[in-house]
């Protein structure tokens, strides 16, 4: 939080559904196999079958063995029990899955089984996977407020009743990010105990383990000790979560720490991630969910709203018609939840009965085409059951690029260059994976340069947080005219003597006391009405305090 398996394991589970003399000569085989090797796999536990959702080759499958992608959005469910309608609008987006975050009563109010059951209810009626975790043990061993394993297990087999036969629906995430950064390695030993624990207990759902490190594995201890890990669960239906946050700041740790574990043969999935920079480093988002996507991992994004540092909030206030830069990313952005997302076919999404494509969409028409961006809309298309999303491609010749995707029949393209000629076309695709005829095209011509936002504007600024020399500090631009600004430049002067030291969302000049600051691609277009958030950290030696007054592209703006 920010506030494929050997060959010996597939014969050993293969041999349940075989005669009991096939069955005892595949073990010994395999058992003579495994001892000239020095190794052993897991028995399978008496009495407890994979049902639903479970691990199968080194892949989460659901109970007919078809593979399940997770896409997903986490939501704060424990600090915001008020807001259930979250989970209608997350499914709106696309997503097949959340994560809910529970707690077990150790350092905030116990979500009762009354709470657990309608929770489950609702992510069954908006047909998500539901995935529970318990947020007290967050950071263990470092934050001295944070709970234990053991505790969290005993949280979930208090919760049996409520839990038992939601193995279709259901996935146990034991506890969030359960180990800090203070001697990581003793995260193994209370992970296996939690998982055998549970299994003891009768429990047969998918269970979902945390890495150490704030959930970030950056000193390996997660990957290293994986396949012990995974050998203690006896019915072998254990999945890994890594959280990927500004560790994974090149697109080369991103790839090796994916794969690492798909070559081992081992599950895992992005169980939390942010894009927006921070005073840490700036994420590979785009590596992360590009490679999700190419080795079908699933991922589940932070957060849906309501978090302490707002950059990571997908919707502004919980609305789902104001997403943040970071929600447009994720719901509509390349590799993001519209384009990749498949329902469970437990709830009948992505069924293989299901061969039919949707017709093609109407012609998309343009408006507000601006020197970065257009929108565009087009007539719905139809399905035999129903339309999942659409894909917008840009097209050069005989080359398509996808460059955004909707649960809607309309968009709006960012990130265009100036004065250039575009041609795009939209595909309709159902939850099975059918997609449709390509539409006929659109062509649009970007305006030349940027707007001036003239008085239209105001600016808001704050210090989210201090500390000796140094402090962090948040400014939100918002547009009060009626027509968008594309592109901008923010001046404001300090009176203290700070200096930025690292910004998210633009990019910073600084001459003495006067900063000026020219905008991210994600920051650059400011719809009427609309805002953008830039932060940034700083040092600081005494006084800090804000600064009075600001400009946008030389225009005076209204404190906010």
């Known amino acids: 939080m920010r506030t494929?398996?050997?060959?010996?394991?597939?014969a050993a589970r293969s041999a349940r559904h075989k005669s009991p003399v096939t069955v005892l000569l595949t073990v010994l085989a395999t058992l003579l196999g495994l001892l000239a090797l020095g190794g052993l796999a897991p028995a399978q536990a008496a009495g407890v079958a994979a049902t639903g959702l479970h691990i199968s080759d080194g892949r989460l499958v659901e109970g007919n063995g078809n593979d399940f992608v997770m896409r997903g959005v986490n939501h704060a469910h424990t600090w915001y029990p008020g807001e259930t309608q979250s989970l209608a609008d997350i499914k709106a987006t696309g997503a097949n899955t959340v994560r809910v975050v529970l707690s077990d009563g150790f350092r905030w109010s116990k979500n009762s089984p009354a709470d657990v059951a309608a929770v489950i209810a609702q992510c069954r009626a908006n047909r998500l996977i539901c995935v529970l975790e318990v947020h007290d043990t967050t950071g263990y061993g470092e934050d001295s407020a944070a709970g234990t394993l053991d505790h969290a297990a005993d949280y979930w087999i208090s919760l049996k009743d409520v839990l038992a036969g939601q193995e279709d629906y259901v996935i146990i995430n034991i506890g969030n990010e359960p180990?800090?950064?203070?001697?990581?390695?003793?995260?193994?030993?209370?992970?296996?105990?939690?998982?055998?624990?549970?299994?003891?207990?009768?429990?047969?759902h998918t269970i979902m383990v945390d890495a150490p490190n704030w959930g970030q594995d950056w000193q390996g201890v997660m990957r290293d000790n994986a396949q012990a890990v995974y050998d203690a669960d006896t019915t072998g239906n254990l999945i890994f979560s890594i959280h990927m946050y500004s560790v994974y700041n090149t697109a080369q740790k991103v790839t090796d720490y994916l794969h690492a574990f798909v070559d081992a043969g081992l599950p895992l999935l992005i169980g939390e991630f942010g894009g927006p920079a921070d005073q840490y480093g700036d994420p590979d988002e785009d590596t992360m969910m590009a490679t999700a996507e190419e080795l079908k991992l699933g991922y589940i994004a932070w957060s849906w709203s309501g978090n302490t540092d707002p950059i990571l909030d997908l919707t502004i206030g919980f609305d789902p018609?104001?997403?943040s830069s970071w929600g447009e990313r994720i719901f509509h952005g390349a590799n993001g939840i519209a384009q990749t997302s498949h329902e469970a076919t437990v709830y009948g999404g992505g069924t293989s009965e299901d061969t039919e494509s949707p017709t093609a969409p109407g012609t998309p028409a343009a408006s507000t085409v601006t020197a970065t961006s257009a929108s565009l809309t087009w007539a719905a298309a139809s399905d035999n059951v129903a339309v999942a999303g659409y894909d917008v491609v840009r097209v050069n010749g005989s080359t398509e690029t996808t460059v955004a995707a909707s649960t809607t029949n309309s968009v709006a393209v960012t990130g265009l260059t100036a004065d250039t000629a575009y041609t795009f076309a939209v595909y309709a695709r159902d939850a099975a994976g059918n997609r449709s005829a390509r539409s006929a095209t659109v062509s649009v011509t970007t305006e030349e340069g940027g707007t001036t936002p003239g008085v239209g504007c105001s600016v808001g600024y704050r210090v989210v947080n201090e500390w000796s020399g140094g402090f962090q500090g948040e400014i939100t631009i918002r547009n009060t005219g009626t027509t968008t600004i594309d592109g901008w430049t923010l001046g404001f002067a300090f009176a203290n003597g700070q200096t930025v030291t690292n910004m998210w969302g633009g990019t910073p000049t600084q001459t003495g006391g006067s900063v000026s600051v020219a905008p991210a691609s994600y920051t650059s277009t400011i719809a009427a009405n609309g805002s953008v958030t830039v932060g940034f950290t700083g040092s600081r030696s005494g006084t800090n305090a804000a600064p009075a007054a600001f400009t946008l592209s030389g225009a005076t703006c209204a404190a906010a």
């Not at 180990?179 to 047969?204: E, H």
């Open 4 to 10: 494929a398996r050997s060959t010996a394991i597939t």
């Open 179 to 204: 180990w800090g950064n203070t001697d990581p390695a003793g995260w193994t030993a209370p992970t296996t105990a939690a998982i055998q624990k549970l299994r003891s207990a009768g429990f047969a």
């Open 321 to 323: 018609t104001q997403l």
